[in-house]
């Protein structure tokens, strides 16, 4: 019987022991098969646990790696991927009521990449209902239950990859996917205290995933560091034929020595006594991570970002996009199966939104994207808290526990621009702290390496939930 | 039945009357389906919706206010004539071979 410690290692570490021969691929599987079953439960982690398909998997890596072959890092590695990502023969909920039985006949790309790397197909995680992509006002909007959170079951997880995050706090998998539109791989990585990757917009590829927008989503890994999230993107990340926006752009994404000197952040500024909903012990936990970056070698200089709608046109995009999207549900009146009580209604409200109006937000769109690609030309990387506050309760609306603005969201999910959370302390109840670092379009190579470098220097994104440890 | 259901027996008459009456009327007219269709239950005519609960109503006005207020950024936002959207639409290949 392995240790508890093993679970809540690193996929890198995970990777190396089990290449090592010192990890049995099928004793892990067997061993977070059972954590899943003792505590997925209480978190509304999972919606399907694919216990077979992962002991087959798990059998023919340890196969494989006995004779010698091993495909790579995540070889024998288990891990979740959010319920919207098809799987052939597997239900893919996409976390609602209406598409509650719903197989595909395909995997998607992703789940294929994964496959291919020799990586462990544990189950598919829960998810807020169609990624929240008609908006979402309370922590329940999920077919799967409200997303609970390992550092307190009292408190949310955060959306829209909920269980993805939960699965990888509470050391029920290696690593997770999750996919982001406008924040939901971010928020679950602030508020369970993991590492996430929001990579370039096209730099993963979509096929077989459920769209909420054609031009937001984004597919990348949450983790327990940086150094996973490099070896999960390198594995996914690629053209695709079978995804049209996936780019060729090259995957330069290997560690590189750097010379911390010469990189310049950009600090933007919170103001955690003044704003709504700011909790200070979020603000103490940035403010430290700051230092961090200091520390590293980073030279971080306080900025405004432009001043440009940003909200406005993401929030325009997203919102006549989802609609689009979801237009079957709208019309066979299945949409009223979904739990939150507002999504039935978002169609009436975007009537008022014509096509001008979305071809104008597009426009603006441009102009957002050639003025952060300014930005850039002075900073390298962005630094803002990810969250002001940390995880709310369960119980509570949105409006009521997180009034605050993402302008920071706003810029890099309109813009397509690359991102990570990093876990940087802890808050109220001992709930996790996060910072974010964007970078400019393409370069995850840098975010992943500062990523390490601060991960070299601080522990919390090895800490673990207390009532999970074993 | 309880005591608060007000006048059953009366209510069902005069509607029993009126559905005779038109399917009389119905079929002197020569149309018996229609005739079929004036005496359908009335259960078939769509029903007025349910009001929303005044809270739902509420939210969903702060809602509507919040896209209008996005719009409204949108709709003022000053951009040069013909300036490019952030996608491009690009002609597609003819699927030769296909036929």
């Known amino acids: ?470 | 039945m309880n005591a608060r259901d007000p006048k059953p027996t009366a209510m069902n008459r005069r509607r029993f009357v009126h559905v005779v009456a038109a399917s009389v009327a119905a079929i002197l007219a020569g149309g018996v389906p229609r005739a079929r269709a004036a005496a359908a239950p009335r259960a078939a005519a769509p029903k007025p919706p349910k009001p929303l609960p005044a809270a739902l109503q509420r939210e969903l006005r702060t809602q509507e206010k919040s896209l209008a207020d996005v719009l409204k950024v949108v709709r003022a936002y000053d951009l040069p004539p013909g300036s490019e959207p952030a996608t491009l639409f690009r002609a597609l290949r003819a699927r030769r071979g296909v036929r």
Request: proline share 6%.
């Open chain 1, 1 to 470: 019987m392995l240790r508890d410690d093993v679970f809540f290692l690193s996929a890198a570490e995970l990777g190396r022991e089990i290449r090592g021969r010192r990890l049995s691929p099928v004793e892990l599987t067997e061993g977070y098969l059972d954590r899943i079953r003792r505590h997925a439960p209480a978190l509304n982690a999972f919606a399907t646990v694919t216990a077979d398909l992962a002991l087959e998997q798990a059998h023919r890596a340890e196969q494989e790696i006995s004779r010698g072959t091993v495909r790579g890092p995540l070889h024998g590695v288990p891990y979740g991927a959010k319920d919207l990502l098809a799987t052939a023969g597997i239900p893919t909920t996409w976390g609602a009521r209406p598409t509650e039985h719903q197989i595909f006949d395909r995997d998607a790309t992703v789940i294929r990449r994964l496959r291919d790397a020799g990586a462990i197909l544990l189950g598919k995680t829960a998810m807020v209902e169609f990624a929240g992509c008609l908006g979402y006002w309370y922590p329940n909007a999920s077919l799967q239950g409200p997303g609970r959170n390992p550092w307190n079951r009292e408190r949310w997880t955060g959306g829209s990859s909920s269980g993805s995050g939960a699965a990888v706090a509470a050391g029920l998998v290696g690593f997770a996917i999750g996919t982001e539109t406008w924040g939901s791989i971010l928020c679950p990585s602030a508020f369970c205290g993991v590492t996430g990757l929001r990579p370039t917009y096209g730099r993963v590829s979509r096929a077989g995933g459920m769209v909420g927008s054609w031009t937001l989503d984004k597919v990348g890994p949450i983790a327990r560091s940086a150094e996973d999230c490099r070896l999960v993107l390198k594995a996914i990340a690629g053209a695709d034929p079978d995804d049209p926006t996936a780019a060729d752009e090259p995957v330069r994404v290997d560690a590189r020595r750097r010379d911390w000197k010469r990189v310049r952040a950009a600090l933007i500024p919170s103001d955690f006594a003044k704003t709504k909903g700011a909790e200070p012990e979020v603000g103490a936990a940035f403010e430290q991570a700051v230092g961090t970056l200091r520390a590293i070698g980073v030279s971080v200089e306080e900025a405004k970002l432009p001043d440009f709608p940003a909200s406005e046109v993401t929030s325009a995009v997203l919102t006549s996009e989802a609609i689009s999207t979801f237009e079957r549900f709208f019309r066979d009146g299945t949409v009223n199966q979904l739990t939150d009580v507002y999504a039935p209604h978002q169609e009436r409200i975007a009537r008022q939104m014509t096509g001008a109006d979305y071809v104008k937000a597009m426009r603006m769109r441009r102009v957002m994207q050639e003025t952060m690609a300014e930005f850039y030309g002075r900073f390298d990387v962005i630094v803002a808290p990810n969250f002001l506050s940390v995880a709310p309760p369960i119980d509570k609306s949105f409006a009521e526990s997180l009034p605050y603005a993402d302008p920071v969201g706003a810029f890099g999910n309109g813009c397509g621009l690359p991102a990570i959370a990093l876990p940087c302390g802890f808050g109220k109840e001992g709930m996790p702290a996060s910072v974010q670092l964007m970078g400019s379009s393409w370069d995850e190579g840098l975010l992943l390496d500062l990523g390490e470098a601060f991960q070299r220097r601080t522990s919390f994104h090895a800490r673990r939930p207390p009532a999970f440890q074993s």
